[in-house]
T-cell receptor, first 115, second 114 residues
Framework: AQSVTQLGSHVSVSEGALVLLRCNYS??????LFWYVQYPNQGLQLLLK??????LVKGINGFEAEFKKSETSFHLTKPSAHMSDAAEYFC?????????????FGAGTRLAVHP | DVKVTQSSRYLVKRTGEKVFLECVQD?????MFWYRQDPGLGLRLIYF???????EKGDIPEGYSVSREKKERFSLILESASTNQTSMYLC?????????????FGNGTRLTVT
């Protein structure tokens, strides 16, 4: 079965520290990968996406993610955390299933940023 | 900017009631989706639609139905609400069938069934 695994339901970092949110996927075909962010009391908004081409993808708010096929990973990073980055982050993979393409989400990682 | 509007931010309903959650998008997107979001489970797909009057079951369709009479509107129906349907419900839309088309989400409806 195709799936998405986010390692760590909660991550806490200091302001200014590196942010690393982990995502691994299982897919029998090259995937299309996404990271979404959800701020409190809001819907999800797209941070970045990988489709084809360059494996290092840059997104909004200084985030980036690297697609590593050999590791089936798509980890999200930011060099220096800001208080405003506190949110829940979801990794997702677009897969073809049951005759349609669907977006499958991981369970999410809640990022806390402390002073 | 794409706008996906969910008609209610919070809803409280009683067990056994029929519940309608409404979603409207303003960008002429072909595809619309309903997810529910629960802590530790992420988002799970309930139903989706790739065209007017067309619907397909997602991963957890039991206890739900949908209606898409117009392209811009996608309704989720809980035929007889139960307490285990207490959740955050998120509507989303996207253009076309392309794999690289991101979803645009509404702000969600938090439903409590008592």
């Amino acid at each position: 079965a195709q799936s998405v695994t986010q390692l760590g339901s909660h991550v806490s970092v200091s302001e200014g520290a590196l942010v690393l949110l982990r995502c691994n996927y299982s897919s029998s075909v090259p995937p299309y990968l996404f990271w979404y962010v959800q701020y409190p009391n809001q819907g999800l908004q797209l941070l970045l996406k990988y489709t084809t081409g360059a494996t290092l993808v840059k997104g909004i708010n200084g985030f980036e993610a690297e697609f590593k096929k050999s590791e089936t990973s798509f980890h999200l990073t930011k060099p220096s955390a800001h208080m405003s980055d506190a949110a829940e982050y979801f990794c997702a993979v677009r897969m073809f299933s049951g005759g349609y393409n669907k977006l499958i989400f991981g369970a999410g990682t809640r990022l806390a940023v402390h002073p | 900017d794409v706008k996906v509007t969910q008609s209610s931010r919070y809803l409280v309903k009683r067990t056994g009631e029929k519940v309608f959650l409404e979603c409207v998008q303003d960008m002429d997107h072909e595809n619309m989706f309903w997810y529910r979001q629960d802590p530790g489970l992420g988002l799970r797909l309930i139903y989706f639609s790739y065209d007017v009057k067309m619907k397909e079951k997602g991963d957890i369709p039991e206890g739900y139905s949908v209606s898409r009479e117009k392209k811009e509107r996608f309704s989720l129906i809980l035929e007889s609400a139960s307490t285990n349907q207490t959740s955050m419900y998120l509507c989303a839309s996207s253009p076309g069938q392309g794999y690289n088309s991101p979803l645009h989400f509404g702000n969600g409806t938090r439903l409590t069934v008592t």
